[in-house]
């Protein structure tokens, strides 16, 4: 090899790790990795995530009416940056979750860490998520379509499906922004659908917040609960069921009357990076029953 051949290589070689090593420290940051990610400027950021060697950004656009989350990742200088996107339709107005980005300055060193509603959170100062009995008491005596609890141990989760041959089916509700728990097993989001002529109203329950919108149903019956505390009994039974190794679950209640049902999926597995796939193979997922008597009645 020539002696100007040999010297082109080491040059691109150093431009190739100046190049790595800037992005490197960028993503250091909070608002390093913002400015990576490229964020436009229709985009309102509403939640920020953070743990070891990469960051997510999740985002909604009031005028497309879209939810994005961007994954930005590097572990080493000599690696190459990983960034991935994932935007799904959302008829729920998150605006109201727009976060000061300022607030980034004020990134803990410690991981994972959560930004979400205006605060900061770590496994040791972590959000508190409503519980069932909080949740349920505004619907006494109420027509319901659907309680979902919708359970996440890392990451931000938007539009997730499971893959069995030519069909998918969701796991998680797709138009819906998941934070994560820190692996409180307890803790989760609710989702509650009530009629509201041939649509529904739906309510999403975070810490210390809620989102509503006008959505189309997911299921068409409804019933009114007539033994709460069988149900919320039955929900943690499945809540507690939820392994270490749980990345993602849902939980969703279904009334035959005076039968309900509590019915769990989840995803079993944790990797780095897992909640930006759309869609998982059956053998990654879980599927549980728990059976409950005179839990509700259905009202058509």
Not at 232 to 246: C, D, F, I, P
Not at 253 to 271: E, G, H, L, N
Request: some cysteine.
């Amino acid at each position: 090899m020539g002696m100007k051949k040999l010297l082109a290589l080491v040059l691109l070689f150093l431009l190739f790790f100046a190049y790595n090593a800037c992005t490197y420290h960028q993503l250091s940051s909070a608002e390093g990795a913002y400015k990576l990610a490229g964020i436009s400027g229709d985009e309102k950021l509403i939640a920020v995530y953070h743990d070891s060697n990469f960051w997510q950004f999740a985002t909604y656009n009031p005028k497309a009416r879209e939810l994005k989350v961007y994954y930005l990742s590097q572990a080493h200088p000599l690696d190459f940056r990983i960034k991935k996107t994932k935007t799904v339709k959302t008829p729920l107005n998150y605006s109201p979750l727009a976060l000061d980005l300022k607030l980034l300055e004020k990134a803990p060193k410690e991981t994972p860490a959560l930004l979400f509603a205006g605060k900061w959170y770590t496994p040791e100062n972590p959000p508190e998520f409503p519980s069932f009995d909080e949740i349920i008491k505004g619907y006494t005596n109420k027509t319901i379509r659907r309680i979902a609890l919708l359970y996440a141990r890392k990451e931000l989760w938007i539009q997730t499906y499971l893959q069995v041959t030519a069909r998918a089916y969701e796991v998680g509700t797709k138009d819906v922004l998941v934070i994560p728990s820190f692996g409180n097993t307890s803790g989760g989001i609710w989702v509650v659908e009530t009629p509201q002529g041939k649509n529904s109203t739906k309510t999403v329950y975070y810490p210390g917040t809620k989102i509503v919108g006008n959505v189309t149903p997911v299921y068409l019956g409804s019933f009114v609960l007539n033994n709460r505390n069988s149900i919320e009994s039955a929900l943690y039974e499945a809540l507690s069921n939820l392994s270490k190794t749980t990345s993602f679950a849902k939980i969703e209640v279904y009334c035959f009357s005076p039968q309900a049902d509590v019915d769990t999926v989840t995803i079993k597995r944790y990797y780095q990076g897992i909640s930006m796939e759309k869609y998982f193979q059956f053998y990654y997922l879980h599927r549980d029953t728990i059976k409950v008597l005179g839990g509700c009645k259905t009202t058509r």
